[in-house]
T-cell receptor, first 112, second 117 residues
Framework: AAGVIQSPRHLIKEKRETATLKCYPI?????VYWYQQGPGQDPQFLIS???????DKGSIPDRFSAQQFSDYHSELNMSSLELGDSALYFC???????????FGPGTRLLVL | AQTVTQSQPEMSVQEAETVTLSCTYD???????LFWYKQPPSRQMILVIR??????QNATENRFSVNFQKAAKSFSLKISDSQLGDTAMYFC??????????????FGTGTSLTVIP
């Protein structure tokens, strides 16, 4: 069965650079969630989208923005990167009003 | 706001034995879902088991079962016949009944489980 795809899987950036993370949900899933997991921490919710509209916003810094496109894939744009942004970024997808979220493999971002 | 607490940062169990991981939560919601996710060294998040709050029967998935105590807001995971492949970080997660907003997961801080040969 098709799973959630995230690209790139690994990313190394310098401080103050920008990064774009991409997420391709499971086919027919219309809802996408982004989570950030710092080293040794639990995943923290950043933002979610349903039908290309933002539905919820969590602890997402103002330096970050995200959107969902017509094909339901989503991109997380991160600017003015800081050392503290180094983390594993998960994307999860689900059907609207369904409780189970399916996680992608994550993108490991390292900011030097 | 919802909070999820896992009070056991680390646990170990002998291979083939049984271990129970604890999770408590706090919510004012009446309808919600609870999950256990496993995160092995690959750091992939793998769904282990889920429980609907309106169901009194405890969920079971092969060697994994839960003890859901709604009144006590407790949701423990029992792993029977532990296997080396069970070594991972285990996260308890809460989600309110899906609606227009607020459908994100709230995770506990995790329990690192090591299965000893």
């Amino acid at each position: 069965a098709a799973g959630v795809i995230q690209s790139p899987r690994h990313l190394i950036k310098e401080k103050r650079e920008t990064a774009t993370l991409k997420c391709y949900p499971i086919p027919r899933h219309d809802t996408v969630y982004w989570y950030q997991q710092g080293p040794g921490q639990d995943p923290q919710f950043l933002i979610s989208f349903y039908e290309k509209m933002q539905s919820d916003k969590g602890s997402i810094p103002d330096r970050f923005s995200a959107q969902q496109f017509s094909d339901y894939h989503s991109e997380l744009n991160m600017s003015s990167l800081e050392l503290g942004d180094s983390a594993l970024y998960f994307c999860a997808s689900s059907l609207r009003f369904r409780e189970t979220q399916y996680f992608g493999p994550g993108t490991r971002l390292l900011v030097l | 706001a919802q909070t999820v607490t896992q009070s056991q940062p680390e646990m170990s169990v002998q291979e083939a034995e049984t271990v129970t991981l604890s999770c408590t939560y706090d919510t004012s919601e009446n309808n919600y879902y609870l999950f256990w996710y496993k995160q092995p060294p690959s750091r992939q998040m793998i769904l282990v088991i889920r429980q609907e709050a309106y169901k009194q029967q405890n969920a079971t998935e092969n060697r994994f079962s839960v003890n859901f105590q709604k009144a006590a807001k407790s949701f423990s995971l029992k792993i029977s016949d532990s296997q080396l492949g069970d070594t991972a970080m285990y996260f308890c997660a809460f989600m309110k009944h899906p609606s227009n907003t607020g459908n994100q997961f709230y995770f506990g801080t995790g329990t690192s489980l090591t299965v000893i040969p």
